[in-house]
């Protein structure tokens, strides 16, 4: 399974995108699924993740009450939308999908699998 994230773009600051996620030929099961996101010359770090259900997420402090992810399982997609973005939310973002069923760990990318090619978001000063 190869997870693929659309959406990004270049964007003012203060403005919004709204990133999506799908996987390509199959589902995503009951995972749980998480947003990542690599700025140039840093470490790959956690944005949000969320249950199969949807009632359960976490989200990174940076981006705590900006961002909200979604799911549709009917249309197997994981949707971020990010809104009053910054200049340091610039990145390529990624979907993933947790190995386990289980949040331990929720934060760490080793803890995911099924990476795909990410989707560049820019945000300008």
């Known amino acids: 399974v190869q997870l693929q994230a659309f959406g990004g773009g270049l964007v003012q600051a203060g403005g919004f995108l709204r990133l999506s996620c799908a996987p390509s030929g199959r589902t995503f099961g009951s995972n749980i699924m998480g947003w990542f996101r690599q700025a140039p010359g840093m470490e790959r770090e956690f944005v949000a993740a969320?249950?199969?259900?949807?009632?359960?997420?976490y989200y990174a402090d940076s981006v705590k009450d900006r961002f909200t992810i979604s799911r549709d399982n009917a249309k197997n997609t994981v949707y971020l939308q990010m809104n009053s973005l910054k200049p340091e939310d610039t990145a390529v973002y990624y979907c993933?999908?947790?190995?386990?069923?289980?949040?331990?760990?929720?934060?760490?990318?080793?803890?995911?699998?099924?990476w795909g090619q990410g989707t560049l978001v820019t945000v300008s000063s």
């Open positions: 993933a999908r947790k190995t386990t069923n289980y949040f331990s760990n929720y934060a760490s990318s080793v803890e995911y699998a099924y």
């Open positions: 969320m249950s199969w259900s949807g009632d359960i997420t």
